[in-house]
Structures are given as structure tokens and as C-alpha cells.
């Protein structure tokens, strides 16, 4: 979708946000600047527009707008899913993804202190999705990152209701969720991972 087809089904506020934010460091700025949707009254999946509205996203509802940012600029909007062992009452993490230079980079909205934006350095996506793995803890220091997205789920390819919608996403949650997916770690791997440290532990508890 080029810049045009996006001003077609955009507010006149929506592309005036839009056109500021022509970089992926002010992109994860903005973002950085609205609360994170903690969710209180039930579940959520806001579109872009939603977010916009709202100013308060979690993560997949951030990297979606993350996404849209990024396309109205050029880019393919483009978000990878980071799957976690759910034995452990972790949470997935969403991310949007981006290339300069043909190196991968992220935007990502977290209350947490580690699992944020990524510059563009990585040569791969593994190699972006392995930066996340030694600070994906929970409480007690097990390390819960186990698989990321085989390919970025490219939303270019998908309804528009992503960026417009005034109802939930919960479909495009289980379309993301049911794509292929690439595991991390062997089972002797997993067996022989070593927790998290007190002091990571403690570093780990700063929530934004």
C-alpha cells in the first residue's frame, strides 16, 4: 500500500501523526510516549486507529502501530511474534520489524526495561530474536524464549482492518500465533540453560 491508498483511509490527525514520525527512533519515541494498556477492564486488540485514539497500547497493539508507521514511510509493515514456553506463565512478545542496509532492527512497546527497540545492526532475524533471549526471564530467573516467527508476518497481505478497525484483533492474534514458527533450543539446550542471575532478577523487576 503506497503512501496514497494510506491517506485514503486515514484522518486528516491520524496522517498528520504519521508524517512526523518518519524514522523508526521517533516511531519507538512515540510510542515510549503513551502508557502501557495494562488491560484493566479485559482483553484487548486496538488497531492503529484505536491507539491512536486511546494513546495506550501493549505490546502487539504497538507493534501494529509500529508496523503502520513504518509503511506510511516506506517500509513493509512487517511484525514478528517472540513465543515463549507458556508452562511458565509468560508472556509472547510482538514486535515490528525493519530493515536499513539490509540489517534488521525493532520497534517494541514494553513496560519492561530489556525487551525494548533494536537498532538496525542484526545481520538476521534469528540474530535480532537472540538478542531478546538472556533478559526473557520470569520472577524466578528460568529463561522462557523459545521460538520467533519463521518469516515476519507481513500485514501488507491482510485486511486493512488492522489500521482501522474500532473492534478487536483477537483473529489477526490467532493468525500470528498459528503461523510457522522457529524453535530456539534443542531439548538438551533447554535442560542445560542456566537462570538468571539475583542481580539480572532485580534488574528485571523495574517496570516502566
Known amino acids: 500500500m503506497n503512501r496514497k ?22 516511531i519507538q519515541t512515540w510510542l515510549e510516549s503513551i502508557p502501557f494498556n495494562t488491560e484493566k477492564n479485559g482483553d484487548t486488540l486496538y488497531s492503529t486507529r484505536m491507539v491512536m485514539k486511546m494513546k495506550k497500547a501493549h505490546c502487539m497493539e504497538g507493534a501494529l502501530f509500529g508496523a503502520l508507521a513504518l509503511a506510511y514511510h516506506g517500509w513493509k509493515p512487517l511484525i514478528l511474534d517472540l513465543k515463549v514456553d507458556n508452562t511458565n506463565h509468560d508472556f509472547d512478545h510482538v514486535v515490528a520489524v525493519f530493515q536499513i542496509d539490509g540489517r534488521w ?12 527497540y533494536r ?72 535442560r542445560g540453560l542456566r537462570n538468571a542471575s539475583k542481580i539480572e532478577i532485580k534488574t528485571g523487576e523495574i517496570i516502566e
Open 5 to 26: 491508498k494510506f491517506d485514503a483511509i486515514l484522518t486528516p490527525i491520524e496522517r498528520k501523526l504519521l508524517q512526523k514520525l518518519n524514522t523508526p527512533q521517533k
Open 105 to 116: 532492527g525493532a520497534i517494541s512497546k514494553t513496560r519492561h526495561a530489556v525487551l525494548r
Open 119 to 190: 537498532d538496525p545492526i542484526y545481520k538476521s532475524i534469528r540474530e535480532l530474536v537472540m538478542s531478546y533471549f538472556h533478559e526473557y526471564f520470569i520472577a524466578s530467573g528460568k529463561k522462557t524464549l523459545r521460538s520467533y516467527s519463521t518469516k515476519p508476518f507481513d500485514l501488507s497481505k491482510i485486511s486493512p482492518d488492522w489500521i482501522t478497525s474500532e473492534k478487536h484483533l483477537f483473529d489477526l492474534a490467532e493468525q500470528l500465533d498459528s503461523a510457522p514458527h522457529t524453535k530456539i533450543l534443542t531439548q538438551k539446550m533447554t
